[in-house]
């Protein structure tokens, strides 16, 4: 709805219920294993999170009930100051220390709004930025990450500059 961007609505003509709902879709989805993915690889957008990295899902018991779509993942939002002019951030690479999945490919449980990693899934997101991301000493940059939402326990984060160096730290 171009006058209300928080809201959309389809007809859907089913006979089959219930049914389940993911967004984005993806092609390994079925009706019985419905999947979503979160990227391994997010890029930065101002303002705003990379994409298609924030997937969603809902449950509808039959047709006469509307559906609404849950967020699977929360949205990390980290604040970074330059502490000297000149310094171009490349990448921040997220891992979490005790293995917990980060992104990749979940199967999700519709009607209970959650979801479980698959084989394929990662402990690692790489968010990059792009060329140039020189950080300010005065004025926050703002990148907005998407992960599973939920306990991923610790994590570390990596910020590494274009020219190579970069500094660690963990949550």
Same mark, same amino acid.
């Given at each position: 709805?171009?006058?209300?961007?928080?809201?959309?609505?389809?007809?859907?003509?089913?006979?089959?219920?219930?049914?389940?709902?993911?967004?984005?879709?993806? *092609?390994?989805? /079925?009706?019985? +294993?419905?999947?979503?993915?979160?990227? =391994?690889?997010?890029?930065?957008?101002?303002?705003? %999170?990379?994409?298609?990295?924030?997937?969603?899902?809902?449950?509808?018991?039959?047709?006469?009930?509307?559906?609404?779509?849950?967020?699977?993942?929360?949205?990390?939002?980290?604040?970074?100051?330059?502490?000297?002019?000149?310094?171009?951030?490349?990448?921040?690479?997220?891992?979490?220390?005790?293995?917990?999945?980060?992104?990749?490919?979940?199967?999700?449980?519709? *009607?209970?709004? /959650?979801?479980? +990693?698959?084989?394929?899934?990662?402990? =690692?997101?790489?968010?990059?930025?792009?060329?140039? %991301?020189?950080?300010?000493?005065?004025?926050?940059?703002?990148?907005?990450?998407?992960?599973?939402?939920?306990?991923?326990?610790?994590?570390?984060?990596?910020?590494?500059?274009?020219?190579?160096?970069?500094?660690?730290?963990?949550?």
């Amino acid at each position: 709805d171009g006058e209300n961007c928080t809201e959309a609505k389809f007809k859907v003509e089913a006979t089959n219920y219930p049914l389940n709902i993911v967004y984005p879709y993806t *092609s390994t989805t /079925t009706a019985d +294993a419905p999947k979503v993915v979160i990227p =391994t690889e997010q890029h930065y957008t101002e303002g705003t %999170f990379s994409p298609l990295s924030v997937p969603m899902c809902g449950y509808v018991e039959n047709s006469s009930e509307k559906a609404t779509l849950k967020h699977l993942v929360g949205l990390l939002k980290l604040s970074i100051v330059g502490n000297k002019e000149g310094i171009v951030l490349d990448k921040v690479v997220i891992t979490s220390t005790n293995g917990a999945k980060l992104s990749g490919e979940f199967t999700v449980n519709c *009607s209970a709004g /959650t979801m479980t +990693a698959c084989e394929n899934a990662s402990n =690692t997101i790489t968010y990059t930025l792009p060329e140039n %991301f020189t950080l300010s000493t005065n004025k926050e940059s703002q990148l907005f990450i998407s992960i599973p939402a939920g306990d991923t326990s610790n994590c570390s984060f990596a910020f590494i500059e274009s020219s190579g160096d970069k500094m660690v730290c963990s949550w």
